[in-house]
């Protein structure tokens, strides 16, 4: 189970490996959402996404003789590459199972940083999970799973303990944290670290239109999934289900989820480009969208929200930009 | 006079105000330049640039009853933005001097920041220097100079004490600090600030092809002009010739100077936003370009490339983007 002592425990951990991203602000985007609204740039976590936290904080947690064998995973890709360069710079294999249609710079990128790449047909509904565990059965690797895993929880949850600190030190000390929500690591990670040190704020997860399982889920009471497997930009955060350990933590803590569409997920990409400097890919720029176009379904003074990764092909940032025009 | 004692001063005044921006890393960019390269990312600032620092430290310095008639500054736009921002959060009116052919982005900035804006023509041959010292005269307003003012210096070094700090973190403590140049208020407080904090690291000026004249003076060792007032897509820091304060400074404590393509500004510019998720606009990526394209002329393991600034058109962006193809 995953509580704030192990998400301490991960920072311990991460420290001095993995970055504490700033927690960055600008009085255009201030204008247009009719509040402050802080941005966690975890774009500018090693390898472009927050999800080399988990991955540092699953390695690091595991037993050095059953690290030395490697590590396996299956990922649409931030999760891939975290893994990946955890795995380099621990010093040990990694594989990882990534869908044939992944973008090419996530595949190209994972295995630059070291890892072996096996792909799958996700669209023709072969089973990451069953690729997934047949070869760390035969090779002795062993799976990380991208979310419904404590350690990673844990990691992710690294980012909220930041997020209570710096918001803090920018005099926020309450209102919605809006989290990029995929399986649920990240918004159930911030979700539990926000509980134990901003006990005013609350975790939200926010999803794209037509993928959002969690946001459907939180209503239902129950683990709801999405109708299709793919068809949105924002590839990095669409999953079948919230997760099995995620959703739990989720359903005690969030506050109701947002669903954003793909244009507003390019317009925010081309607002944090403008204000802020940095590149969001579409899935993690959807809870800036949130807060810059959903205005109304949040409440308070301001708001944080998280772009949790980069990694995005030049001809989808062109796209993004051109929203300007 | 900016010494390291001024430098130490304005760090205490920007605390809380200016961002200790991070100090980033990839593989990837280690790999093509084949030593490590550590980016100093001062696009992240606030107005997207360090011309906030220097422009906070020169106010913050200001005698209270002084600075509430106001302030004015010439600028081709980073410092413009800098100087009304940080002339807004002292709640103090703000008057810019621009050029007519500035970036539309920046000129709408400095006006949405608060500033009053006066426009010059830059290259029919008016004097930004004389309609600054009337407007001056005129309304009280005190001017404050974009390079050639010792709190200005000071509050740019401050960048150079948080690159001493962090790239010891990272286990560097020797090699080349590449700073994107213009009239060199950036570099020679870098410079002053190395000095005294790491001593083994030595600032070295980047330019434009075809604006080098700080490369130029460094060699003749005495101040020389550029040929032409424009012509590069790196308008940021495209100056008349080095200052006559930031020169002597330079000349004491700098390396010799690089001078990179604008071509090769736009490949650092993808770079960055390929591995660092970061937004360099052409003037402040020649230092990362320098590091990245000029690798014969730098020696040792690692180098250090500050990202001077971020605020580049989405159509200048996206020319940059168009070389990865």
Redesign the interface.
């Known amino acids: 189970m995953t509580d704030i002592a192990a998400i301490t425990a991960a920072a311990e951990r991460l420290k ?1 490996h993995a ?4 927690l ?1 602000e600008s ?2 985007l201030n204008e247009l959402a009719g509040r402050r609204v802080l941005v966690k ?1 975890e ?2 976590q090693h390898t ?1 996404s927050f999800k080399f936290r988990g991955a540092w904080s699953a390695l690091s947690a595991l037993d050095p003789e059953v690290r030395a064998k490697g590590v396996l995973a299956y990922s649409s890709g931030n999760h891939a590459q975290g893994i990946a ?1 955890a795995a380099a710079r621990h010093g040990v294999p990694s594989v990882i199972v990534m869908p044939e249609d992944a973008p090419a ?1 996530k595949l190209a ?1 994972t295995r ?2 070291g890892a072996e790449v096996v792909t799958y047909d996700r669209v023709g509904g072969e089973s990451r999970e069953a690729i997934g565990q047949a070869l760390s059965k035969e090779r002795g690797l062993t799976l990380i799973k991208p979310y419904d895993e404590p350690m990673v929880i844990a990691g992710q949850g690294t980012t909220g303990l930041e997020i209570a600190e710096q918001a803090a ?1 920018l005099g926020v000390t309450t209102g919605d944290v809006l989290v990029c929500c995929g399986g649920g690591g990240l918004t159930a990670g911030v979700a539990l670290a926000l509980e134990a040190h901003a006990p005013q704020m609350r975790a939200r997860p926010v999803e794209p239109v037509g993928f959002d399982d969690t946001k459907r889920s939180l209503i239902a009471g129950e683990i709801l999934s999405n109708d299709r497997p793919s068809g949105s930009i924002c590839d990095a955060i669409v999953t079948p289900a919230p997760g099995l350990l995620t959703f739990p933590i989720q359903q005690r803590l969030c506050g109701p989820g947002i669903a954003v569409t793909d244009n507003d997920a390019l317009r925010a990409m ?1 607002q944090a ?2 204000r ?5 890919e579409p899935g993690g720029a959807v809870a800036l969208a949130a807060a810059l176009y959903h205005t109304d379904d949040i409440q308070g003074d301001a708001v944080v929200a998280v772009v949790s990764g ?1 990694n995005v092909d ?1 001809a989808q ?2 796209k993004a ?2 929203t ?2």
């Open positions: 001095s970055r504490r991203t700033p960055l009085p255009f740039p774009c500018l472009g360069y710079l990128n630059a940083l030190e081309a480009f403008l802020l400097k940095i590149v969001a980069g030049p940032f062109s930009l051109a300007l025009e």
